[in-house]
T-cell receptor, first 117, second 115 residues
Framework: DTEVTQTPKHLVMGMTNKKSLKCEQHMGHRAMYWYKQKAKKPPELMFVYSYEKLSINESVPSRFSPECPNSSLLNLHLHALQPEDSALYLC????????????????FGPGTRLTVL | AQSVTQPDIHITVSEGASLELRCNYSYGATPYLFWYVQSPGQGLQLLLKYFSGDTLVQGIKGFEAEFKRSQSSFNLRKPSVHWSDAAEYFCAVGLFNNAGNMLTFGGGTRLMVKP
């Protein structure tokens, strides 16, 4: 089973709202990722967690705040977003990037379609 | 720095025809290469990957890809396209450094299938 689940599927929020995106996997993977994908563009990496510790932050604005409460769960907390943050947010997981290196294959969830009004 | 180029933004093929999607990479070391497919509004599904060994790799849904080091290419092929193959296809190269594991994606190729 290579399933990564994401909730909600769609989210509409105002610029003053606080909301969270949730990602879950039960494959025993120890690395989890957040990507942002604008329309007709490839995914762009935002954050990487390895063994529940943040290992990569691709200079993402502080209005995006990731959290990894345990090895199965990854959250992305959103606050004071801008309309240009509207995008598809993808979560991915991989078995163990520290052991596997570049062969550690990432498996993606279906995404959350975020609209900021 | 590594990069991935997918020269064709759009490709249209007739159902039942063969397909080849091009991918060229720029990477100094041994490349770790992936093809993903994304249906509209969906996440990415892994089609196949190449790390080493046999340069012709088989994937899911009848897809295959051939790694050609001399041409820095990793083209995706399918002998007979089905209407359900219409989607966006992304080629990616994996990079691992002290910070962690990162994928660099190409710009994507949108495949349309004519009945």
């Amino acid at each position: 089973d290579t399933e990564v689940t994401q909730t909600p599927k769609h989210l509409v929020m105002g610029m003053t709202n606080k909301k969270s995106l949730k990602c879950e996997q039960h494959m025993g993977h120890r690395a989890m990722y957040w990507y942002k994908q604008k329309a007709k563009k490839p995914p762009e990496l935002m954050f990487v967690y390895s063994y529940e510790k943040l290992s990569i932050n691709e200079s993402v604005p502080s209005r995006f705040s990731p959290e990894c409460p345990n090895s199965s769960l990854l959250n992305l907390h959103l606050h004071a977003l801008q309309p240009e943050d509207s995008a598809l947010y993808l979560c991915a997981s991989s078995q163990d990037q520290e052991a596997g290196g570049p062969t550690d294959t990432q498996y993606f969830g279906p995404g959350t379609r975020l609209t900021v009004l | 720095a590594q990069s991935v180029t997918q020269p064709d933004i759009h490709i249209t093929v007739s159902e039942g025809a063969s397909l080849e999607l091009r991918c060229n990479y720029s990477y100094g070391a041994t490349p770790y290469l992936f093809w993903y497919v994304q249906s509209p509004g969906q996440g990415l599904q892994l089609l196949l990957k190449y790390f080493s060994g046999d340069t012709l790799v088989q994937g899911i849904k009848g897809f295959e890809a051939e790694f050609k080091r001399s041409q820095s290419s990793f083209n995706l092929r399918k002998p007979s396209v089905h209407w359900s193959d219409a989607a966006e296809y992304f080629c990616a190269v994996g990079l691992f450094n002290n910070a962690g594991n990162m994928l660099t994606f190409g710009g994507g190729t949108r495949l349309m299938v004519k009945p």
